[in-house]
Structures are given as structure tokens and as C-alpha cells.
């Protein structure tokens, strides 16, 4: 989000540049109602494009962050899985020990 904002500060000078380029004579008293509408009108394009990269990025938020859970939830399976591994291994190596030294 933060390059989001640089990136639209960025655009927003360029477009101040622009403007003072193109009309250099200009005053608060030349401001017509078609300066208004273009104002108006590059302010719901910034907010549109704005709200669709925001949809887009916390998207793709969520998904690495469910990622990242579920990596951490089949890390837990795993040594689960070991744990019983080494325990079953460790009472069949019981198992076959008292097999082989039978007590009488």
C-alpha cells in the first residue's frame, strides 16, 4: 500500500506540472466549471483504480497468509507423525526384545 501512495503522489505532481505547463497565466478567478468536472473526474479514477489495487492486494494477502497457515499446520502433522513413528518403532523394538529373551 505504501508504493500505492507514492505512486499517486507521484501522479498527482505530474499532473500539477502539467497543468501550470499548459495554462501559466493562470488564477483562482480563471477556474471554470469544466476544471471543476476534470478535478472531479481524475479524483473517481484515482479512487476506483485505488479501490480495485486495494481489492486485489489484501486478496493476495489473505491467500499467502492462509498459505503460510496451513504450511505451519502440516509442519505440526509432521513431527506429530514422528512422534508416533518413534514411539511405535521403539515399542515393536520392546516387543521383539522380550520375544527373543524369553523369561521363564
Request: charged share 20%; proline share 2%; glycine share 10%.
Amino acid at each position: 500500500m505504501k508504493s500505492l501512495s507514492i505512486t499517486g503522489i507521484i501522479l498527482l505532481a505530474l499532473s500539477v506540472l502539467l497543468f501550470y505547463l499548459t495554462s501559466p497565466n493562470f488564477t483562482v478567478n480563471d477556474l471554470k466549471m469544466s476544471h471543476i468536472m476534470g478535478i472531479l473526474g481524475g479524483i473517481g479514477i484515482g479512487l476506483i483504480i485505488g479501490g480495485i489495487l486495494g481489492y486485489l492486494s489484501k486478496g493476495s494477502a489473505i491467500k499467502a497468509e492462509q498459505k503460510k497457515k496451513e504450511f505451519k499446520q502440516l509442519q505440526k502433522d509432521k513431527e506429530e507423525l514422528e512422534k508416533q513413528a518413534a514411539e511405535l518403532a521403539k515399542r515393536e523394538a520392546e516387543f521383539h526384545s522380550q520375544n527373543q529373551n524369553p523369561q521363564i
